[in-house]
T-cell receptor, first 115, second 112 residues
């Protein structure tokens, strides 16, 4: 079974440019998460989707970040415009809410460098 | 807010030595705790998940214990190998919340 797929794996952009990350969760997983991991730190949740609904976006900087999960499967996270401080690894995870553990499975991440 | 701390931040041991990694958390009302491994430039691989009702979980050379009352978990890796070199993160999920709160990780180097 395929795991969580993310693309691109790496992205280098100039500040003030837009950037988008794509995530395809494990088949059948209804919950999708976007995390941001700064260098030397643990990941922090940006947004959580239950199917196509964003149920927790309290940590998403809404002035420049946006996300969507059309049809409740794939998701896209966008930054516009990017700032130097946005350089980080963006991780996508998915889980099946109906299970007891609701274990989250992570993708390989997208490493963003803003110059 | 749940605070998760991992000490030490880095650890270097000779091959064959047992590893002991510590994780502490401030809010004991947890639902479960997970230990992850992260290789450089890679995503997170789940190693062990301990439900709040459990005291420990084992998988091969790995054993994780959980003491909710003291807010601690320990990951033991027996007979370490160079391939165990990675960053190990613990993450805690509270009851009535789906968010994982992560520690900053312990970077392990196993010397051949």
């Amino acid at each position: 079974e395929a795991g969580v797929v993310q693309s691109p794996r790496y992205k280098i952009i100039e500040k003030k440019q837009p950037v988008a990350f794509w995530c395809n969760p494990i088949s059948g997983h209804n919950t999708l998460y976007w995390y941001r991991q700064n260098l030397g730190q643990g990941p922090e949740l940006l947004i959580r989707y239950e199917n196509e609904e964003a149920v927790d976006d309290s940590q998403l900087p809404k002035d420049r970040f946006s996300a969507e999960r059309l049809k409740g499967v794939d998701s896209t996270l966008k930054i516009q415009p990017a700032e130097l401080g946005d350089s980080a690894v963006y991780l996508c995870a998915s889980s099946l809410t109906s299970t007891l553990t609701n274990e989250q499975f992570f993708g390989p991440g997208t490493r963003l460098t803003v110059l | 807010k749940q605070e998760v701390t991992q000490i030490p931040a880095a650890l270097s041991v000779p091959e064959g030595e047992n590893l002991v990694l510590n994780c502490s958390f401030t809010d004991s009302a947890i639902y479960n705790l997970q230990w992850f491994r992260q290789d450089p430039g890679k995503g997170l691989t789940s190693l062990l998940l301990i439900q709040s009702s459990q005291r420990e979980q084992t998988s091969g050379r790995l054993n994780a214990s959980l003491d909710k009352s003291s807010g601690r978990s320990t990951l033991y890796i027996a007979a370490s190998q160079p391939g165990d070199s990675a960053t190990y993160l613990c993450a805690v999920r509270l009851r009535n919340d789906y968010k994982l709160s992560f520690g900053a990780g312990t970077t392990v180097t196993v010397r051949a």
